[in-house]
């Protein structure tokens, strides 16, 4: 049974920083990519960062407004993937999910709120 586990948000003023955790378990971790998505009150679930691991090496891919402030990460020791989250704006308010590339599994989300 696959179970996913976000942690980290909170609220935060514009500018500030966060780093969100997603603890894995019931697959292979090291056989996915791994994204991390967001979604804000009324809106659609969006694509946030991507990062792919082969041969010990990793490639990562961000939407266009996180690009430059947002970093992905993974530790495959500890199951768990990373959003380091620079930056923040008021528009990143969101609830954030981890998702293994290419399924329908999706934990509880943790929300980011941005305000000052």
């Known amino acids: 049974q696959v179970q996913l586990v976000e942690s980290g948000g909170g609220l935060v003023q514009p500018g500030e920083s966060l780093r969100l955790s997603c603890a894995t378990s019931g697959f292979v971790f090291s056989n996915y990519v791994m994204n991390w998505y967001r979604q804000a009150p009324g809106k659609e679930r969006e694509f946030v960062a991507r990062?792919?691991?082969?041969?010990?090496?990793?490639?990562?891919h961000y939407a266009d407004s996180v690009k430059g402030r947002f970093t992905i990460s993974r530790d495959s020791a500890k199951r768990t993937v990373y959003l380091q989250m620079n930056g923040l704006k008021p528009e990143d308010t969101a609830t954030y999910y981890c998702n293994p590339h290419g399924t329908n599994d999706w934990g509880q989300g943790t929300q980011v709120t941005v305000s000052s």
């Open positions: 990062i792919t691991t082969w041969g010990g090496t990793s490639s990562t």
